[in-house]
């Protein structure tokens, strides 16, 4: 069971540390447990009813009212502000509170309302992905188990494939065609299937791959499919390489008939010269503008 300290808590929640003492002390809120040394530590089930609280405070509650309510009805609570509710930090509070207690009907809810309100694209840029780097920050510190991220990164795959699936298609005949996937001992597609999804939106042509694809099998694909872009992802590792900067150059050489797209945490600090097709998407603003640039002078160029 993943344990916390009170500045765990406090980083977590945004909830001082002599806040939450005060609380203890005088709401009986809850009750620390105690190391042999006598150190105070909190659980899950602690973490998920303070992220609760704070969201309850943060939309004008009192602490003493809600220190007065039964554990379930913060969940109700929490759920109603939920289906209204546009702030960004109160909705990762909520879906890391869902995703803690592995309540999938709570996910959902905060996902679709904001789907509803603002559309997929936004939905990922303003939500998903800043929940994405908070989840990191909990696997970093021990928070959370594989399986809470294995259930998280489910569910909001599954969103993406029904958007995906749902698309009313937009091909133009002379769009560029796109070439996606995730090199070998890469798991984490849920970049990719985003990136999956602004393409076919945008009208260009798309081969899906997928996570862990052999290089010898992207080379058969890409001699018959000769795609004018090639799209991949470094999140976690790179198996085979040393460094980013061999793999680039790996890259650079294996795809040198295609502008090659890279994306993922691995090239965020990456700051050495490239070869001249190959193009750093460091965050969505510059894959959509890199994106969107093609595709008006692929437009042109059929005229």
């Known amino acids: 069971m993943a344990t916390f300290s009170i500045s ?3 980083k977590f929640t945004g909830i001082k540390a002599h806040t939450l003492r005060i609380w203890e002390q005088r709401y009986n809120l809850l009750t620390p447990k105690r190391t042999e040394t006598k150190i105070r530590y909190y659980d899950g089930e602690d973490l998920k009813l303070l992220l609760n609280v704070s969201i309850l405070l943060n939309n004008g509650y009192k602490i003493s009212k809600v220190a007065a309510l039964e554990k379930s009805l913060i969940d109700k609570a929490v759920y109603e502000i939920s289906s209204i509710d546009t702030l960004q930090s109160d909705s990762i509070k909520g879906l890391c509170a869902a995703m803690l207690s592995v309540d999938e009907h709570a996910f959902n809810k905060i996902i679709s309302t904001y789907m509803n309100d603002i559309g997929l694209e ?9 929940f994405l780097c908070h989840i990191g920050v909990l696997w970093m510190t021990g928070a959370i188990h594989p399986a809470h991220e294995h259930f998280i990164t489910n569910l909001i ?16 005949h002379e769009a560029p065609k796109f070439l996606l996937y995730l090199p070998e001992g890469e798991t984490h597609e849920i970049g990719l299937l ?5 393409l076919q939106n945008r009208g260009f042509k798309v ?3 997928g996570q862990m694809t052999p290089e010898e099998d992207i080379i058969d694909v890409f001699e018959f499919y000769k795609p004018q872009y090639i799209f991949t992802s470094v999140t976690a590792s790179i198996e085979h390489f040393d ?5 680039i150059q790996h890259t650079a050489d294996i795809w040198k008939d295609a502008k090659v797209l890279i994306t993922g945490n691995q090239i965020l600090n990456y700051s050495l010269e490239t070869p001249k097709n190959i193009h750093l998407m460091k965050d969505l603003n510059s894959f959509l503008s890199f994106i969107e640039k093609d595709l008006q002078q692929a437009s042109q160029h059929s005229l």
């Open 194 to 198: 985003f990136a999956n999804y602004i």
């Open 122 to 130: 936004k939905t990922m840029s303003e939500l998903i992905f800043p």
């Open 157 to 172: 795959k599954q969103k993406l494939y029904v958007a995906i699936d749902s698309q009313t298609y937009k091909l133009r």
């Open 8 to 10: 765990d808590i406090e």
């Open 207 to 209: 081969v899906y791959l």
């Open 243 to 247: 460094s980013m900067k061999d793999f």
